[in-house]
Each structure stands twice: as C-alpha cells, then as structure tokens.
Nanobody
Framework: VQLQASGGGLVQAGGSLRLSCVVSGSGSSFNIMGWYRQAPGKERELVATVTTTGRTVYSDSVKGRFTISRDNAKDTVDLQMNNLLPEDTAVYYC???????????WGQGTLVTVSS
C-alpha cells in the first residue's frame, strides 16, 4: 500500500488549505483512512479519520474547522482545513489502517505552515 499526499503550504491565520491523499495497492475496502500531524518537538497526533461508510472522528482541536472526506471509488482522502491557526503548523501525514491485517501505512508527509 502506498500513499501520496499533497496540498500543504504556507497560509496566513484564518486562511484555508486542502490536503489530498491518494492510496494505491490497497486491495481491500475494509479500512479506515485519516490524517495525523506532527508539530516540531511534539508527538504525532490524530487529526481526523473516516471509515468507508463515512463515519468520522475529529480531534477536539480541529472540530468545526476541518472536514475529512473520502472517495472510495478513487481511494482518496481529503482534509479541508478552514480558519487555520498558527498552532495548526505541522507536518501532516495521511494514514491507511487496514481492518484486515491491522497494519498502518503512511504517506510521506506534507508541511502546513500557518503564519500569525
């Protein structure tokens, strides 16, 4: 399974960005896809996840500002980020969690920088 993320960049506080991730080689529809982030000096943390049936989970810090979505036919997962804050600055990683093997696969990470 390979994941290719894109869409990071530099944005001012209050702005928006959209991250996209394409998954290839999954071979299964039993999975959860999501986004995690890691800020400098901090551990990687959950941002949001979405199941194949559309059930979502968000961290409290992004609820109401970020929206995760997926296209099962295209094997993509997107993260729409609105009202960005400086504390959202991090490297964002897309994740594929198999519900068959319980293995986790990660994209290469994309940097999001929010200036104040």
């Amino acid at each position: 399974v390979q994941l290719q993320a894109s869409g990071g960049g530099l944005v001012q506080a209050g702005g928006s960005l959209r991250l996209s991730c394409v998954v290839s080689g999954s071979g299964s529809s039993f999975n959860i896809m999501g986004w995690y982030r890691q800020a400098p000096g901090k551990e990687r943390e959950l941002v949001a996840t979405v199941t194949t049936t559309g059930r979502t989970v968000y961290s409290d810090s992004v609820k109401g500002r970020f929206t995760i979505s997926r296209d099962n036919a295209k094997d993509t997962v997107d993260l729409q980020m609105n009202n960005l804050l400086p504390e959202d600055t991090a490297v964002y990683y897309c994740n594929y969690h198999s519900l068959v093997s319980f293995a986790d696969y990660w994209g290469q990470g994309t940097l999001v920088t929010v200036s104040s």
